[in-house]
C-alpha cells in the first residue's frame, strides 16, 4: 500500500549532482492519469537539471526539510508544509536543490500527459518522449541540442513523378 510517511522506494538516479531515490506512490496506490512521487534527495544534490514542461503541470508540497526551489525569478529557501506549482511552459520553469546538511523530501504531483517535450534553458537542450513521465523507457524521443535544429524540409524526399 501507498504510504507517504512509510515509504516504498521503487526508483533512483545515481548520476554526479542529481542522485535521488524515488516512491512512486501514485502508481503504487492504482493511479492511471495522475502522477505522485516522493523524492528523496541527498545533500548537496539537485532532483533534475533546471526545466520547464510543456505537455504536463506539477505541483510540489515540502513533506521535510528545506530545499531550494530555483525559478526562472532566482532562488529561494522552501519551508515543510509549502505547496508550489508549476503551470506548463516558460512561467513554470523549475529546479530542486538539497543545500541543507539532511536529506529532504518533496512530493511532486502532476499530470501524466504524452507526448511531452522537457526545456533545459541552460544547457539549451530538449527532451521529447513518447511516454508519460515515470512510464517505460522512450521509444520514440531522446535528447537534443536546439542548436541541432534543421531546416523543415532537410532529409525529405521529393514525391516521385509519374
Same mark, same amino acid.
Not at 530545499?67 to 515543510?80: A, C, I, M
Given at each position: 500500500?501507498?504510504?507517504?510517511?512509510? #515509504?516504498? =522506494?521503487? &526508483?533512483?538516479?545515481?548520476?554526479?549532482?542529481? %542522485?535521488?531515490?524515488?516512491?512512486?506512490?501514485?502508481? *503504487?496506490?492504482?493511479?492511471?492519469?495522475?502522477?505522485?512521487?516522493?523524492?528523496?534527495?541527498?545533500?548537496? *544534490?539537485? &532532483? =533534475?537539471?533546471?526545466?520547464?514542461?510543456?505537455?504536463?503541470?506539477?505541483?510540489?508540497? $515540502? $513533506? %521535510?526539510?528545506?530545499?531550494?526551489?530555483?525559478?526562472?525569478?532566482?532562488?529561494?529557501?522552501?519551508?515543510?508544509?509549502? /505547496? /508550489?506549482?508549476?503551470?506548463?511552459?516558460?512561467?513554470?520553469?523549475? *529546479?530542486?536543490?538539497?543545500?541543507?546538511?539532511?536529506?529532504? %523530501? =518533496?512530493?511532486?504531483?502532476?499530470?501524466?500527459?504524452?507526448?511531452?517535450? $522537457?526545456?533545459? #534553458?541552460?544547457?539549451?537542450?530538449? =527532451?521529447?518522449?513518447? *511516454?508519460?513521465?515515470?512510464? #517505460?523507457?522512450?521509444?520514440?524521443?531522446? &535528447?537534443?541540442?536546439?542548436? +541541432?535544429?534543421?531546416?523543415?524540409? +532537410?532529409?525529405?524526399?521529393?514525391?516521385?513523378?509519374?
Amino acid at each position: 500500500m501507498a504510504n507517504l510517511f512509510e #515509504p516504498e =522506494f521503487d &526508483a533512483e538516479q545515481d548520476q554526479r549532482g542529481f %542522485r535521488w531515490r524515488r516512491s512512486r506512490l501514485g502508481r *503504487q496506490a492504482g493511479a492511471e492519469r495522475l502522477g505522485a512521487s516522493l523524492f528523496e534527495l541527498p545533500p548537496g *544534490q539537485a &532532483a =533534475f537539471p533546471f526545466h520547464l514542461h510543456l505537455a504536463n503541470e506539477e505541483l510540489l508540497v $515540502v $513533506v %521535510r526539510g528545506t530545499p531550494t526551489l530555483r525559478t526562472s525569478e532566482g532562488e529561494r529557501k522552501l519551508g515543510e508544509g509549502e /505547496v /508550489v506549482a508549476f503551470p506548463v511552459g516558460e512561467r513554470g520553469a523549475h *529546479q530542486i536543490v538539497n543545500r541543507t546538511p539532511e536529506p529532504v %523530501r =518533496f512530493l511532486i504531483v502532476s499530470e501524466m500527459n504524452a507526448p511531452e517535450i $522537457v526545456v533545459y #534553458p541552460d544547457s539549451g537542450k530538449l =527532451f521529447a518522449r513518447d *511516454q508519460p513521465p515515470g512510464g #517505460p523507457p522512450v521509444e520514440i524521443g531522446g &535528447a537534443f541540442f536546439q542548436g +541541432d535544429a534543421v531546416d523543415y524540409f +532537410d532529409g525529405e524526399p521529393e514525391p516521385e513523378p509519374e
